[in-house]
């Protein structure tokens, strides 16, 4: 019975923190944001720092 | 506080502290700047993953307050399961981000041109899948115990170390000076549980040694270790409980065992306790045959409420399977010891007869309280009386008495009877509440 229990709970915890996470996603958006707002050449994720060439 | 609020508090502590960055992370940065919806949704699963994965080890690192309200057992298959959850979550944060094309297919490879923050990145998911594929396959690829568990906890530390420098160097959030605290106590969090676990405990264990009385075979190519405490007092526990058993020089040795004792819990606390263990062809059948009277064991523990102690009932049903009979005879030893009058109903399952583990001491034991015993065999051997076959709903229901529903029951044995009996027992009547199980094959 225990066994069914954690398993179950395991599987409603995923489902609250997927949950979470697009809550998350649209609570922070920027609206005014496009593709656009980050060129092909430079990809400008995290800390400012593009993923491509490390230029800041 | 009672069970049940205990492990209503433990459970939202958990989901608490997983969400809390996810919440601090919004909250101080309102405005990701990301242009895509998906990446922002990415970020927060990695964010959610990562905190998942540095819970892993407290799950599983012995505190009794959290311990005491689930069972370790149902500790260990939350650690498992959570594990896997949050692999699930790591591969969607990297799908997800490769499927907006914010990062092109190579940024996951060797190649020289990927920055070292994605670098970490990829060996900390690359890492997370390893300790939980080779976790779940370890007995289909025959890795040994020991050595899965040093594999385990080097990996585990390895997932952990590496996400957090993969989101406090390339995580937008992270940049953020509360979110900087928050990774912060996290961290400290994930050290004291580490230094606690692998340093504290030991030290503690090293003051309380424990010395080998007597090493015996028993009937299922199983033995019997009787354990003296050595310039300390020993503990008392709860029959059905088991502890860590360390065999190393020292207790800082990384591989031990959870093993149940079989002797009653109403010894003195000064007194011997017996740890039945059976031959599965690992350390169980080269160190513990090894064993002479006097050498030294460390000895972690009591854990576990798989125990008559915390379920009062008019008798008891107890199924045990293979050496999984182990905590079931320590409850009888212990009910005996108390001159207990309640009847006992126990269901012995094994192969052969020769495999019927402890079965002399039961039947000792049937002169000194009201105990039933039906040993039940897969293959009997000639002039057999007794049951045949393996223990299912129709076998125990021509055993039970008739008010057998107050009766509380204890399941322990290999996973098919303990799977089965979570369908036979409430197709029988039996209240979800008056079932306990625990699975001697937790890790």
Redo the contacts between chains.
Sequence with gaps: ???????T??RL??V???A???A???????PG??????PATH?N???G?C??C?ER | MNLLLRGIFWFGLYVFLVAFPLLVGAVSVPQSGSPSLVVDLADGLGYLALSMLALEMALVSRMDEAAGAFGLDALLQFHREAGVAALLLVLAHVVLLLATRGYPLAMLGPGPGVPWPIRVGTLSAACTAAVVLVSLGRRRIHLRYETWQLLHGILAVAVVALGALHVAALGRFAASTPMRVVGALYLALFLGVLLRYRVLRPLLLLRRPWVVESNRAERGNARTLTLRPSGHPGFSFQPGQFCWLNMGRTPFHLEQHPISMSSSGEVPPAGAVSFTIRDLGDWSGTVVPALRPGDRVWVDGPYGVFSPDREEGPGYVLVGGGVGVTPLVSMVETLADRDDRRPVLLFHGAHTEDELTLAERLAELRTRLDLTVVPVLERPPQGWTGEVGLIDGDLIRRHLPHNHRRFQYFVCGPAPLMDAMEQVLPALGIPAGRIHAERFDMV
């Design positions: 019975m225990t066994h069914r229990i954690v398993a709970a395991v915890v995923l609250a923190f997927v979470a996470a697009i998350f996603a649209l609570v922070v958006r920027s944001a496009t593709d656009g707002a980050w990809r994720f995290g800390a720092t993923v491509t490390h």
